[in-house]
C-alpha cells in the first residue's frame, strides 16, 4: 500500500530540517565509489598467463603500464608518450591504424587492485561497468564472472562479486578487453569502408568529413566503473514521469501536475526481505510497503502523487528548468538499504502536426516551442569525458540561445553527466540511436565494401542492439531534457528493430517521448522540395537563408566555422599557418595540407570581400565577421519563417570533438568564436533584425506573453559615427509571433551604395533599457566593405574589475566625436604568458560600441583552477591589440 504523507503539515519543516530528515536514516552499508585511478594495462600478445592467473593478486604487475580508466587504449598510449597527439597536425597519420595491424594489436588487459571488506550481515557488493568497447572477459580474484563473453559498447555490466571478494580485503580486478571487429578500412568515406556499422558501437571512428579515423576505434575501457554497496535490497533503473496536463504560464500559481515513480528492487539474499520504498518530492513524501521474496528481481510501482503548485521545467529562454532533488530509497528497520538520486523536471512535452508548416510541432507544458537546435557529435573524440567539459560545453549551447541539442546517430547515447547539464540548463535533447544513412545504406556509395542490401542489415546482431537500446533507454530516461528518440541520422533502423524500438521497448521503457523514426523522416518534415532533407553545410548567401523555403523541421544546416588564430596555433604547426589563396579568376582556393587534413571548407571570396589578406591572422580574424554573419543571418532566417514555413531548425554542426576546422561555435579546447555570438545575437528570444530581401524591420517574439509600450529605434551610422534616424516609433508584439513593422530598403541602399553602411536596430521598454540592440554592417553597392576598411581609428576606452572570484565585468566606453568602436574580441589571459584561459563565458563578444555609448560585459571563469589574476586582452576592427590590468 502507498502512503503520501505531508511533511510540512507534520513537522513544518525548513528546508534544512527537510534534509536533516531524510537524512535521519542510517545507511545501511551503502555506497558507491569510481575505480578511476591506479589501473594498469599490458598488450595481450605480451602475455602467457590467463585471467585466472592475472585476476589473482599475488600475480606480478610490476612490468604493466599506466592505464587510463575510463579511457581507451589510444589515450592510454597517449598519456603514456607511446604516441603522438592525434589533435595535432598530421600526428594522427603516425599512429597505426587497426585495419592494418589486426585487431591484436589493440587487444589489452586492463588490472585494478582496489580494497573491499566483506559486507556485514546481509550486505551485498556491486561491480558495475557501465561502458566497455567493444568486447571483454571480466574477472575478480582469480575468478571468471561472465559465463560468456560481453558484447557490445552500450550495454552496462553488473555483477554481485559479494561471494567473491577477498577476506583479507584486498581484491583484483582484471579485464580483457578485445576491439570492434571488424574495425573497418579508413578508407576516406563517411565511416570508412562502412563495416564499423557491423558492430553496435561508434561510426565515426573509422573517419568521416569533420574527423580522421580514431586509429583504436575507441577500444576499452571507455565509462565509468563502480563499486556499489548495499544492504539486502537493490534499487535500480528507476523511472519518473511528470504529467503536466493543460496550457501552462511561466509564472503564477501552476494547476497540480502527477508525479508517477517506480523502481527495479533485487533481493539475492535466501530470506524474503520486508521494507518500504520512498521518495521525498517538495514537502510531500511518498511510500510504500513491499515484501520482496528470495532471489528476485522485481519492478515496483508507487501510486500516483499529485503535486500542488509544481514548480515547472521550461526550456532556455522560454522560463526555469526548475529541478527537485530527490532520493529513491529502499529502507528496512530505520535503515537504508539502497537509493538513487534523481532530479526531477516536472514538464510535458506535447507534439502535433503543423498543417500549414507541414512538420511537427513541439510543445512544453502546452506551450509551442519554436526548436532552434544545434547537432552535437561527442564532447571528446578519445572519449575523455568529465563532468567539467560537458556543463562547459551545454553552457555554450545556452548562451547561443539554443534550446536543443540533437546527438547524432554515429556516436553514442550521452551520458548521464551530459544530461544533468541540459537538465540544469534548460537544453532539450534530441536523441539518436546508432545509425547512420552513410554507413546502413541509404546511399549506393563506392567507398564502401558491401553492397546498399547488405549494409542495410547492420549490424550485425539485432539481439543485442536491442538489449543494448533497451538499457540505454534505463540509463537516461528521467533527465526532463530528455525530449525525442530517434531511430537514426537519415535513416531508420532495420524492420525488426524499428519496429521492436516504436511498438514495444520505448512504450514500456518510457513512452512519454516523440519517437522519430529517421532525423529527416517525412512524418517529421515533410519533405517536398526534393534531396536528401537537410543541408546545405557550406557557406551561403547571409539572405539565402531568408529567401530559400527549406524542409520545415529543418535536421541539419550549417554553414563554416573556422575559428581565430590563437585557436588555428594550437593544432597546426607553424610551418603549416599559411592562409588558403582564393582565386576569384578561376573561383578556386588553394589550400595547405594540414588544412586540408583538419577538413577545411572554403570560404571563397566572403573574407576577401573585406579585403585581401595580408597573413593567416588577417585571414582569420576576418572570417570571423563571415562567422557572424553567417550564423545570426541563419536563426534570422529561419525565424522570420516561424510557424509559417517553419516549426524549428538544427545546425549543423555547433561543436566538433576533434580539432577540425568546421561546423563548431567552438573550437575543441572550449575558445568561443564569432559563430556562437553572432548566433547569441540573431536567436534573441525577443529578437529585432533587419530582412535583406525586402528591406523590413521584423520583431520575432518567442514568449508566451505580448510585449507591449516597446519603443522601436532605427538609425544608421556612416564610418565616421555620423548618426541619422530613419524610424522611431512604440510598437508591440503578440505572443510566439514575427511581425513586419518598417520597410526601409530604399532608404538603406541609397545610404550603403558608396561604401556602406552601420545600421542599427533598438528596442527599448519604458525605462529605456534595451531588450534587443542589433547591429549591422551592410557592404556596398558591389557587396564589398569598403568603407570599414578605411575606418578612422577607435577611441574606446576600457576598464575591467574583479566583482567577485571568477567574474569579471569589463566596461567599454566609446567618445561621442569617434567612429563605431567595431567588433572588439574580448579575452581573458594568463598573466605570465600571455595564453587565453579556457573555458571562459562572455555574457557578449565581438562586441561594437557606437559614439558616445558604453556596454557592459561580464565574463565568468573557474577561480579555482586559475588562481592568479588573469589580463584582459581586446583587439578590434579598428583598435589595436592591447592588454589591461584587471582591478
Not at 606 to 612: E, H, L, M
Not at 720 to 734: A, P
Request: proline letters at 5%; glycine letters at 8%.
Amino acid at each position: 500500500m502507498t502512503k503520501h504523507i505531508s511533511l510540512k503539515k507534520q513537522f513544518l519543516l525548513t528546508p534544512i530540517l527537510f534534509f536533516i530528515f531524510f537524512s535521519a536514516f542510517k545507511v545501511f552499508g551503502q555506497a558507491k565509489y569510481e575505480l578511476n585511478s591506479g589501473w594498469v594495462c599490458k598488450k595481450k600478445g605480451d602475455l602467457k598467463a590467463d585471467g585466472p592467473q592475472i585476476s589473482k593478486t599475488d600475480f606480478s604487475l610490476q612490468s604493466w603500464m599506466q592505464a587510463t580508466v575510463p579511457g581507451t587504449v589510444l589515450t592510454t598510449l597517449l598519456n603514456n608518450k607511446k604516441v603522438p597527439d592525434p589533435f595535432w597536425g598530421m600526428n594522427n597519420n603516425l599512429i597505426k591504424d587497426i585495419y592494418y595491424t589486426g585487431s591484436d594489436y589493440y587487444t589489452y588487459w586492463f588490472v585494478k587492485d582496489f580494497e573491499q571488506a566483506l559486507p556485514a550481515a546481509d550486505g551485498q557488493v556491486y561491480l558495475n561497468l557501465r561502458g566497455v568497447n567493444y568486447s571483454c572477459e571480466v574477472y575478480l580474484n582469480g575468478k571468471k564472472l561472465n559465463d560468456k563473453t560481453h558484447y557490445g559498447m552500450f550495454l552496462r555490466q553488473a555483477y554481485n562479486i559479494t561471494p567473491l571478494l577477498n577476506k583479507g580485503g584486498k581484491n583484483r580486478l582484471a579485464v580483457l578487453v578485445y576491439p570492434p571487429d571488424p574495425a573497418g578500412e579508413p578508407n576516406g568515406g563517411q565511416g570508412g569502408d562502412g563495416r564499423i556499422a557491423k558492430n553496435v558501437g561508434l561510426q565515426y571512428t573509422a573517419g568521416w568529413d569533420w574527423i580522421q579515423p580514431i586509429r583504436d576505434r575507441n577500444t576499452g575501457i571507455w565509462d565509468k566503473v563502480t563499486i556499489e554497496t548495499t544492504g539486502a535490497v537493490q534499487v535500480s533503473n528507476p523511472h519518473v514521469i511528470t504529467l503536466v496536463p493543460g496550457l501552462r504560464q511561466v509564472n503564477g500559481k501552476q494547476q497540480p501536475a502527477s508525479i508517477k515513480v517506480s523502481a527495479q528492487l533485487t533481493n539475492p539474499t535466501s530470506k524474503a526481505v520486508s521494507g518500504v520504498l520512498q521518495y521525498l518530492i517538495g514537502n510531500d513524501k511518498v511510500v510504500k510497503n513491499v515484501l520482496l521474496k528470495p532471489h528476485t528481481t522485481v519492478e515496483v510501482k508507487l501510486s500516483d502523487f499529485t503535486l500542488k503548485d509544481p514548480k515547472l521545467w521550461w526550456p532556455n529562454g522560454y522560463g526555469t528548468p526548475y529541478l527537485y532533488k530527490t532520493n529513491i530509497q529502499f529502507l528496512i528497520g530505520d535503515k537504508v538499504s539502497d537509493q538513487q538520486s534523481i532530479n526531477v523536471g516536472v514538464r510535458e512535452l506535447q507534439t502535433s502536426w503543423n498543417g500549414q508548416t507541414k512538420s511537427l510541432e513541439v510543445a512544453i507544458n502546452g506551450q509551442k516551442i519554436f526548436i532552434k537546435g544545434g547537432n552535437w557529435i561527442i564532447s571528446d573524440a578519445m572519449l575523455r569525458f568529465t563532468n567539467q567539459r560537458y556543463d562547459s560545453e551545454v553552457r555554450f549551447h545556452r548562451d547561443m540561445n539554443l534550446n536543443l541539442i540533437r546527438i547524432w546517430g554515429g556516436a553514442l547515447v550521452e551520458r548521464p553527466e551530459f544530461y544533468d547539464a541540459c537538465d540544469k540548463y534548460g537544453m532539450l535533447v534530441f536523441q539518436d540511436f546508432w545509425m547512420s544513412g552513410d554507413a546502413n545504406g541509404r546511399w549506393d556509395d563506392p567507398m564502401k565494401k558491401e553492397d546498399q542490401w547488405t549494409r542495410r542489415k547492420y549490424p550485425d546482431d539485432h539481439q543485442l542492439y536491442l538489449a543494448s537500446a533497451a538499457d540505454q533507454i534505463k540509463l537516461v530516461r528521467n533527465h526532463p531534457s530528455l525530449a525525442i528518440w530517434c531511430g537514426g541520422n537519415e535513416i531508420t533502423p532495420p524492420e525488426d528493430i524499428l519496429l521492436a524500438l516504436r511498438d514495444t521497448l520505448l512504450p514500456k521503457l518510457d513512452g512519454t517521448r516523440w519517437f522519430a523514426e529517421y532525423s529527416n523522416s517525412d512524418k517529421m518534415s515533410l519533405n517536398t522540395i526534393g534531396g536528401n532533407g537537410d543541408g546545405p553545410y557550406t557557406i551561403q548567401p547571409d539572405s539565402s537563408f531568408w529567401r530559400t523555403h527549406t524542409y520545415p523541421f529543418n535536421s541539419e544546416v550549417g554553414s563554416v566555422g573556422l575559428s581565430d588564430y590563437e585557436s588555428l596555433k594550437r593544432f597546426i604547426p607553424k610551418e603549416n599557418l599559411i592562409a588558403p589563396q582564393f582565386s576569384a579568376a578561376n573561383n578556386t582556393t588553394k589550400t595547405d595540407s594540414v588544412w586540408d587534413y583538419h577538413k577545411y571548407i572554403g570560404y571563397d571570396a566572403s573574407v576577401d570581400a573585406y579585403g585581401k589578406p595580408t597573413d593567416t591572422k588577417d585571414f582569420a580574424d576576418k572570417a570571423q565577421l563571415v562567422n557572424y554573419n553567417q550564423y545570426r543571418a541563419l536563426i534570422e532566417g529561419f525565424s522570420a519563417h516561424m510557424w509559417d514555413w517553419y516549426t524549428g531548425v538544427m545546425i549543423w554542426k555547433t561543436q566538433n570533438p576533434w580539432t577540425a576546422m568546421r561546423g563548431q561555435m567552438y573550437d575543441y579546447y572550449l575558445d568561443p568564436n564569432a559563430c556562437l555570438y553572432g548566433l547569441k545575437q540573431g536567436g534573441e528570444p525577443l529578437h529585432v533584425m533587419y530582412n535583406p530581401l525586402d528591406g523590413m524591420v521584423t520583431i520575432v517574439n518567442n514568449s508566451f506573453e505580448t510585449k507591449r509600450d516597446m519603443m522601436l529605434i532605427v538609425t544608421t551610422l556612416d564610418m565616421n559615427g555620423k548618426e541619422k534616424n530613419v524610424v522611431k516609433v512604440f510598437e508591440e508584439i503578440l505572443p510566439s509571433t514575427v511581425k513586419g513593422y518598417a520597410a526601409i530598403k530604399n532608404k538603406i541602399n541609397i545610404a550603403a551604395k558608396a561604401d556602406g553602411i552601420f545600421l542599427s536596430l533598438r528596442l527599448l521598454n519604458l525605462h529605456q533599457d534595451i531588450l534587443s540592440d542589433n547591429l549591422y554592417w551592410l557592404p556596398n553597392a558591389k557587396g564589398i566593405y569598403s568603407g570599414l576598411q578605411k575606418m578612422p581609428p577607435s577611441k574606446l576606452n576600457l576598464s575591467a574589475h574583479l566583482v567577485s572570484a571568477g567574474k569579471v565585468q569589463v566596461v567599454l566606453s566609446n567618445p561621442a566625436d569617434a567612429p563605431v568602436a567595431f567588433f572588439n574580441r574580448l579575452s581573458l589571459v594568463k598573466a605570465e604568458s600571455n595564453e587565453r584561459l579556457l573555458p571562459v563565458f562572455y555574457s557578449d563578444n565581438y562586441v561594437s560600441v557606437l559614439p558616445g555609448e558604453q556596454k557592459t560585459i561580464m565574463i565568468d571563469y573557474d577561480a579555482a583552477t586559475f588562481t592568479k589574476l588573469p589580463l584582459l586582452a581586446v583587439s578590434g576592427w579598428n583598435l589595436e591589440a592591447k592588454t589591461i590590468k584587471i582591478n
